[in-house]
């Protein structure tokens, strides 16, 4: 049974950063692309960076470039979301997404079979 489940989630004052964590199991983690998503209250759930296998490739959203960075470990599979200078508009829930077929970096989200459960970000002004 495959698992994904974030963590690092929290309050933070607008210029803070938080770093989100995606512990995966139950899949061949190294095969798999992997991306961050976030839905805002009344929203539709968006795109917000994306990592390719080996880790060697990475996308963001015009939005969060340059702020956030994403990064995997294999070994460990594990995926990471580093999120510095955060806006109240981040505000949000984020989910981790596995896509089993993708080649590099991706931002359709219905490419992505597997998703966690979400984790409450929460920026304050």
């Known amino acids: 049974q495959v698992q994904l489940v974030e963590s690092g989630g929290g309050l933070v004052q607008a210029g803070g950063s938080l770093r989100l964590s995606c512990a995966a199991s139950?899949?061949?983690?190294?095969?798999?692309?992997m991306g961050w998503f976030r839905q805002a209250p009344g929203k539709e759930r968006e795109f917000v960076a994306a990592?390719?296998?080996?880790?060697?490739?990475?996308d963001y959203a015009d939005s969060v470039k340059g702020r956030f960075t994403i990064s995997r470990d294999n070994t460990k599979a594990t995926v990471h979301l580093q999120m510095n200078s955060l806006k109240p508009e981040d505000t949000a829930v984020y989910y981790c997404?596995?896509?089993?077929?993708?080649?590099?970096?991706?931002?359709?989200?219905?490419?992505?079979?597997?998703w966690g459960q979400g984790t409450q970000v929460t920026v304050s002004s």
């Open positions: 997404a596995a896509d089993p077929y993708g080649s590099g970096p991706v931002r359709r989200r219905y490419d992505y079979i597997y």
């Open positions: 990592i390719s296998a080996s880790g060697g490739s990475t």
């Open positions: 139950g899949l061949t983690f190294s095969r798999y692309v």
